[in-house]
């Protein structure tokens, strides 16, 4: 069977990524993680997947790694700072693991995929990169990051695109928006709706004026999908 390699597979969309790479059942999964890496999401599929605690931001390692795997596509999902704030409180606001994430493990993985010949790379951006529109946002709208967060995602897809097109690696770089569905955390609008109406509960919400453009989980994986299906 063909490999493919997966950051940010431990994540939200990630785990319902790598569940729909398992169900095709033509593909050997390789999870890049980190020591701190949760697996609640994955419990029922992990005897399935092949896990590797590299350093994404260590070009050597990975390097070698996919020498071993010779991966047909990556998926890079992992990110940091999508979140600044958790149940109230700051979170995920490390400027510097901004940086490395976002940034330099994105061109590092680039790298390592080219070096190993790898056929596709599919990487996850964000609406965070266009900043705030007043009016719908089309895929070649200007991208105005008002935070470091955003402005990070776009920096590595930049670099990362530009080595890749530089080496003839097809590069696709997917900007999600709200997604939502199986596995989401608890504090995001969708399950905290429904924990509201289940318990008839008031509920509160910011700014009436926010508008946000919200896809199912499972839309967003046949996105990713694609470009390795086509």
């Known amino acids: ?15 319902n990524l790598v569940r729909a790479l398992l169900d095709q059942q033509v593909y050997d999964v390789h999870l890049l993680v980190r020591k701190e890496s949760q697996y609640w999401r994955l419990q029922s599929v992990l005897d399935r997947l092949h896990l590797h605690e590299v350093d994404m931001c ?5 390097t070698d790694l996919f020498a071993t795997i010779r991966p047909k596509a990556v998926f890079h ?14 979170y ?14 994105t061109v590092q ?5 080219i070096v190993s010949r790898t056929e596709t790379f599919i990487s996850v951006g964000s609406s965070s990169e ?3 529109k007043d009016y719908p946002m089309f895929e070649n709208d200007l991208c105005m990051p008002l935070d470091t967060y ?3 995602k776009l920096s590595g897809a930049y670099i990362a695109s530009t080595l890749a097109r530089q080496a003839e690696l097809p590069f696709h770089h997917m900007r999600l928006f709200s997604v939502y569905g199986d596995f989401e955390e608890n504090g995001r609008l969708v399950p905290t ?3 509201a109406f289940t318990r008839n509960e008031v509920l509160r919400l910011a700014s009436p004026f926010s508008v946000r453009d919200f896809i199912y989980v499972d839309d967003a994986v046949k996105a990713l999908l694609h470009p390795v299906e086509a």
């Open 1 to 15: 069977m063909s490999s493919v390699v997966v950051t940010g597979g431990t994540g939200f969309v990630g785990a």
């Open 58 to 62: 260590d070009l050597v390692a990975l």
């Open 77 to 90: 999902l992992a990110t940091y700072g999508a979140y600044p704030y958790r149940l109230g409180h700051p």
């Open 92 to 105: 995920q606001q490390d400027v510097d693991k901004m940086l490395d994430t976002n940034v330099i493990a």
């Open 109 to 113: 993985l680039t790298r390592a995929a």
């Open 130 to 132: 266009y900043g705030p």
């Open 150 to 152: 955003g402005a990070t």
């Open 193 to 195: 709706v429904l924990k």
